[in-house]
């Protein structure tokens, strides 16, 4: 071997060496970059949700999932969908699998880690292997009722979907009601797109003097045209008229835990008994018997959501700027605000504050949007 060999053989000796230890890097890298992708497709309460149960579903019913080409996964409705997708409505929902109505059916499915479905949601979902139904696309939400998610204040939890009528139940006692909680369901149905409806139950609890009262305090909601329906599950009062106003619509029952939600489904659908629970003697506050919401369907095509209670609704996605509009009390007064873009709050000369004062309507009303304005921030 001459010198020149030698210096080439040298170099490639290198040159393999260097390579062989870029690729044992690459794959290292390689790996990581993995790890991460992984970590970033759901936030970590999430990320076990359908993928490990779906995965162990797979494995305990039928054939070994097919995963999706990498570049598919993560995006539900880019995944590419069998042919034909049967639809169903989601009658129930918990911790990622759904219940589904399909004709006469009613069966559990899983979903693809990407979709957020919730009661009344439309569905696309296929058949697979072993009876196995996994729903791959979401169909576009009419309506909605949606809050922030308690545990994740800046992501919305939709309650319900595809509701006509959202009705806000509230009780004239055990808990006594709050027009603050009305006024904010009021605004979130409106943000969804639903009517609402506000729904007094418990009325048998109050003799006739408190039954005046509470005419009084419910005449603001009456005059924006959002009058209440005064009612009781226990004496049946009120029963019928609630029984035509949700005939052959979807409705979805929302209020505070132990207004008699449950109550009232039980007694609109004799045939089923769902769970209702006594309100806790020390603060007649209600112990969340529901769960999980729940779609039933009558004999009179009334679809009735029951939903868990809510301690309180927070408002997500509401434009500071846009407040005003869900108040519809204010608009013949805001015209004459000296400031077009007057937010009613602390400019001079605004004409909605001084009606509000001279009481030409609900000042209380006003306190609500006052206290969501300044909640809203300046997005
Ligand atoms: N006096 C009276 N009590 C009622 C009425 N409706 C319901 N209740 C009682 O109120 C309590 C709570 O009722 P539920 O139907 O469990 O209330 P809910 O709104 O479903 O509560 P969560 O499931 O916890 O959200 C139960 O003890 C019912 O018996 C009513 O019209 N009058
Ligand atoms: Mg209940
Ligand atoms: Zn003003």
Same mark, same amino acid.
């Given at each position: ?36 992708? &992984? ?11 359908? %993928? ?18 990498? #570049? ?10 069998? &042919? ?19 004709? #006469? ?29 996994? /729903? ?46 009305? %006024? ?14 506000? /729904? /007094? ?33 226990? #004496? ?54 529901? #769960? ?6 009558? &004999? ?69 949007? &006052? ?9």
């Amino acid at each position: 071997m001459d010198q020149d060999d030698k210096r080439r053989f040298q170099e490639r000796a290198q040159r393999a060496s260097k390579k062989h230890k870029t690729l044992a890097e690459l794959k290292l890298q390689k790996e990581e970059a993995r790890r991460r992708r &992984a970590r970033r497709r759901k936030p970590s309460h999430e990320r076990w949700r359908a %993928d490990d149960e779906e995965q162990a579903l797979f494995e305990k019913l039928g054939p070994r999932r097919e995963r999706a080409p990498r #570049s598919t996964q993560g995006a539900a409705n880019a995944a590419e969908p069998p &042919a034909t997708l049967e639809v169903g409505l989601v009658v129930g929902v918990a911790r990622g699998r759904v219940r589904l109505e399909c004709g #006469s059916e009613c069966l559990p499915a899983v979903l693809l880690p990407t979709l957020e479905l919730a009661v009344g949601d439309r569905v696309g979902f296929e058949r697979r292997a072993g009876g196995l139904l996994l /729903v791959r696309e979401l169909h576009a939400r009419s309506s909605w009722l949606a809050r922030p998610d308690p545990a994740h204040p800046q992501r919305r939890l939709v309650l319900a979907a595809n509701v006509e009528l959202v009705l806000c139940v509230v009780a004239a006692r055990e808990p006594r009601w709050k027009p603050g909680f009305v %006024d904010r369901v009021l605004l979130a149905a409106e943000e969804g797109r639903a009517r609402v409806r506000i /729904v /007094v139950n418990k009325v048998d609890l109050l003799a006739a003097p408190e039954r005046a009262a509470l005419t009084e305090e419910l005449a603001p909601y009456a005059a924006i045209g959002a009058e209440a329906l005064c009612l009781s599950a226990a #004496s049946g009062e009120g029963l019928e008229l609630l029984r035509e106003l949700t005939r052959g619509r979807t409705c979805a029952f929302v209020g505070p835990s132990g207004v008699g939600k449950s109550s009232l489904l039980n007694a609109l659908d004799p045939s089923r008994t769902r769970a209702t629970g006594a309100v806790r003697a020390s603060d007649g506050k209600g112990r969340h018997t529901t #769960s999980a919401a729940e779609l039933v369907t009558l &004999a009179n095509g009334a679809r009735l959501i029951d939903t868990p209670g809510v301690r309180q609704f927070g408002l997500l996605g509401l434009e500071r700027r846009a407040l005003a509009s869900y108040f519809p009390e204010f608009a013949e007064f805001a015209r004459h605000c000296r400031f077009r873009d007057c937010s009613h709050r602390v400019e001079p000369a605004c004409a909605v504050r001084a009606a509000a004062q001279a009481g030409a309507f609900s000042a209380r009303r006003f306190a609500t949007y &006052a206290r969501i304005h300044a909640s809203l921030g300046d997005a």
